[in-house]
């Protein structure tokens, strides 16, 4: 079965720092991997997807994403984080087929220091 | 108006009562999906619908039961709440081609 693993629970970054948060999944075939953010007292919101194609995937709000299939990883990164990217962050991977479910990881929550 | 409407947003219901947690979608959108968020656990899938006639339990769908009204409605209900039921919905719909999903807003349900 798929699987995904956020290793960060809770991150504290300085505002103007670089960001990286870890993303490993487990997956048979292929993956379809997203990253979503959720802000205190919203829903989710899509960052970034992967398919196919370019391993480097950009997204809204300056974020990017690297698939790496030897190392099962799909990393997000910023290279200068804001005050207001204090948030929620689930990595998901899609299971195609008859299934075709949406898996998330448990989160990581970022904290932004000024 | 959001494509996908999750009603009510906010609800404190006794144990043991029955409770009805709807969603509805303009997205025309086949598959829909019900998740809990619990602090620490990310989301977990409770059930999902491939359409009217398809339905199907996720990893945690003890303790509920759904409905796919119409390809836009898709409710999930409570038959007896409990407390450990206290958490975050959120509805999702997804298109078959398109792996991309829609999020509602969210229900956060409370069970006193």
């Known amino acids: 079965a798929q699987s995904v693993t956020q290793p960060d629970i809770h991150i504290t970054v300085s505002e103007g720092a670089s960001l990286e948060l870890r993303c490993n999944y487990s997956y048979g075939a292929t993956p379809y991997l997203f990253w979503y953010v959720q802000s205190p007292g919203q829903g989710l919101q899509l960052l970034l997807k992967?398919?196919?194609?370019?391993?480097l995937v950009q997204g809204i709000k300056g974020f990017e994403a690297e698939f790496k299939r030897s190392q099962s990883s799909f990393n997000l990164r910023k290279p200068s984080v804001h005050w207001s990217d204090a948030a929620e962050y689930f990595c998901?991977?899609?299971?195609?087929?008859?299934?075709?479910?949406?898996?998330f990881g448990t989160g990581t929550r970022l904290q932004v220091t000024l | 108006d959001a494509d996908v409407t999750q009603t009510p947003r906010n609800r404190i219901t006794k144990t043991g009562k029955r409770i009805m947690l709807e969603c509805s979608q303009t997205k025309g959108h086949d598959r829909m999906y019900w998740y809990r968020q619990d602090p620490g656990l990310g989301l977990r899938l409770i059930y999902y619908s491939f359409d009217v006639k398809d339905i199907n339990k996720g990893e945690i769908s003890d303790g509920y039961s759904v409905s796919r009204q119409a390809q836009a409605k898709f409710s999930l209900s409570l038959e007896s709440a409990i407390p450990n039921q206290t958490a975050l919905y959120f509805c999702?719909?997804?298109?078959?081609?398109?792996?991309?999903?829609?999020f509602g807003q969210g229900t956060r349900l409370t069970v006193v």
């Open positions: 998901a991977v899609f299971e195609a087929g008859t299934a075709s479910k949406l898996t």
């Open positions: 992967y398919f196919s194609g370019d391993t």
């Open positions: 999702a719909t997804k298109d078959t081609v398109d792996a991309e999903a829609f």
